[in-house]
C-alpha cells in the first residue's frame, strides 16, 4: 500500500494540536474537538460514524460492514491525553508538534493519537486502493482513558448489538525495541485510590501543640511505610494469594530478549539502580508482580520560607496494579483493611477507590494474536515476540468480560517515548509501518476465512 508520508504527518499534527486533556475541566471544548476530529476521519475514510454521548465524553463510534462471512474487528483507542505537566522540561511546547529527527514530538503523539490515527489510515488505504475491505470492522474510540474510562464501560457493558465483533484491535502498547514486532498478551489491572488522613478539626501551631496534637502527614508516612518494606516486598495481607507466577516457557523467553540493563536504568529511566523485590527478575516484577507505588502527598505548608503548622488534614494518591488473577475489588478491600490497621491514634484515614480495571492475560495461541504476529512478521521482516506490559488498558478486562472477545495488543511505541512525561514522542518510522501492519493484517485475516 503507498503511503502518502508527508499527508499522513500533517493530518497527525493537526490532531496533536487539539489539547484533550481529559482530566481537566477547562479543557472540555477540546474535547469535543478532538472527538468531532475523529468522526470525522472515520467519515473521510468511507465509514459511517457517529458520536455517543452519554454521562461523560463522547465515544466515537465507526463502523463499515461489507464483507459478509468474513470476521469482524473492533479497533479501539482513545483521543484524551494526559497533562503536559511540568512545562518547563519541555522542549518544543506540548500541543505544537515537531519534528526532530525520526520523531515527532508532541503531548499523545504515542499515548495514543498517533496509534490511533494509524488504525484509521490503514484502514482508510485500503478503501481508497480496493473500494473495499477484506473484514468488517468497527471502530470505538473514548475519551476517557486517563481518567478512568466509566463511560466506555457503562456502554460495553451494555452490550449493545454494535460492538459484535471477533477480536478488538488495540494499539496502546509498545515495541520491545526499536525494529522488533511485538504483541502484548498481558496487562496489569489497577486499583487508584485516595486516602484522606485527617486529625484535629483545624490547623495548629506547633509550638503551642506539638508534642500533643495529631499530626496527619506524619499518619500518612507511617501508613505508607506499613504497606511496603524496604526491599519492595507489599505487606497487606492476603495481597500475594491470587498472583500465578509466569510459566518457565515465558520466562525462558523473556530471558532472550535483547536487553542492556545499565541502559534501561540510566538513559531509559534516568535513575540510579533498580529497586524492588531482590529475588524476583525484572521483567517479572514489571509484568507479572504487583505493585503498590504513591504518587502524591498534599498537606500543610509547602511554600517558600517557614510556617510551623500541623495540618489538619493530608492526602495521599495511591495505586496498586494487577496481575492475573487479581481482582480489582478484592484488592483494594484488603488495602482498606491494611490502612485501617496501620492507622495511628489520634487521626481518622478514609480510602476512596477512585477507578478500577482488571488485569487480563491472552492465549498467543489464538487465532487473531496469530495473524497479528505474521503481519508484524512481513512487514518489519522480523519474528514477532510475546510480552507482558506492566501498564493498565482496562477496557481489555471489559472487552473479554462483557464481549467475549480476545484483544489483540499490537502497539508501536517504544520504551524512551516519554509517556505521561514531558518530550512525549512517537517514532515516525513505527507510525507509517504501523498503518502498513494493520492493513496487511486485515487483509490476512480476509485470506484466512
Not at 202 to 212: E, N
Not at 274 to 282: K, T
Not at 285 to 311: D, N, Y
Not at 377 to 382: D, I, P, R, V, Y
Request: charge should be negative.
Amino acid at each position: 500500500m503507498t503511503l502518502d508520508r508527508p499527508k499522513l504527518l500533517e493530518g497527525l499534527k493537526t490532531f496533536l494540536r487539539i489539547p484533550s486533556v481529559s482530566t481537566l475541566s477547562e479543557h472540555k471544548p477540546d474535547i469535543q474537538r478532538a472527538a468531532e476530529f475523529v468522526r470525522d476521519e472515520l467519515r473521510s475514510a468511507g465509514l459511517a460514524a457517529e458520536l455517543i454521548e452519554g454521562e461523560g465524553n463522547p465515544l466515537v463510534y465507526g463502523e463499515w460492514l461489507g464483507a459478509p462471512g468474513k470476521p469482524t474487528i473492533l479497533f479501539y483507542g482513545h483521543y484524551d491525553v494526559q497533562p503536559p505537566d511540568p512545562l518547563d522540561e519541555w522542549k518544543s511546547p506540548p500541543f505544537e508538534p515537531e519534528v526532530r529527527g525520526d520523531d515527532l514530538f508532541a503531548r499523545g503523539s504515542a499515548d495514543d493519537k498517533g496509534q490511533v490515527y494509524l488504525q484509521i489510515k490503514a484502514v482508510d488505504g485500503l478503501l481508497r486502493r480496493d473500494g473495499n475491505l477484506p473484514v468488517n470492522v468497527r471502530f470505538l474510540v473514548e475519551g476517557e482513558e486517563e481518567t478512568g474510562g466509566e463511560h466506555i464501560e457503562a456502554y460495553v457493558k451494555s452490550k449493545p448489538p454494535r460492538l459484535h465483533a471477533d477480536a478488538a484491535v488495540i494499539c496502546d502498547t509498545e515495541m520491545f525495541a526499536p525494529g522488533l514486532p511485538t504483541i502484548c498478551i498481558g496487562l496489569r489491572g489497577m486499583a487508584y485510590c485516595e486516602l484522606l488522613v485527617e486529625g484535629a478539626n483545624h490547623d495548629l501551631h506547633s509550638g503551642v501543640y506539638g508534642g500533643a496534637a495529631p499530626n496527619p502527614i506524619q499518619a500518612v508516612a507511617e501508613i505508607l511505610c506499613a504497606l511496603k518494606d524496604r526491599q519492595g516486598r507489599i505487606l497487606i495481607p492476603g495481597f500475594y494469594d491470587r498472583v500465578q507466577p509466569p510459566s518457565p516457557k515465558e520466562r525462558d523467553a523473556w530471558a532472550s530478549l535483547p536487553f542492556d540493563e545499565k541502559e534501561y536504568t540510566e538513559v531509559e529511566m534516568g535513575a540510579r539502580e533498580l529497586v524492588g523485590e531482590p529475588d524476583v527478575p525484572l521483567f517479572e516484577r514489571l509484568w507479572a508482580r504487583p505493585t503498590v507505588e504513591v504518587h502524591g502527598i498534599r498537606g500543610g505548608f509547602t511554600g517558600e520560607g517557614a510556617k510551623t503548622v500541623i495540618p489538619a488534614r493530608a492526602t495521599a494518591k495511591i495505586s496498586m496494579r494487577l496481575v492475573a488473577d487479581q481482582r480489582p475489588d478484592e484488592a483494594a478491600a484488603q488495602l482498606r483493611a491494611a490502612v485501617r490497621a496501620a492507622t495511628p491514634k489520634g487521626v481518622t484515614a478514609e480510602l476512596k477507590v477512585l477507578h478500577t480495571g482488571a488485569p487480563s492475560l491472552t492465549n498467543p495461541d489464538n487465532p487473531y494474536i496469530r495473524a497479528a504476529a505474521e503481519a508484524l512478521k512481513q512487514t518489519f521482516g522480523k519474528e514477532t515476540v510475546y510480552i507482558r506490559s506492566g501498564g493498565s488498558i482496562p477496557i481489555v478486562g471489559v472487552f473479554d468480560e462483557y464481549l467475549g472477545i480476545p484483544s489483540v495488543m499490537m502497539g508501536f511505541g517504544l520504551p524512551d517515548d516519554n509517556l505521561h512525561a514531558p518530550n512525549e514522542k512517537f517514532h515516525l518510522p513505527n507510525f507509517y509501518s504501523g498503518i502498513e501492519a494493520i492493513a496487511r493484517y486485515l487483509e490476512i485475516l480476509g485470506e484466512s476465512y
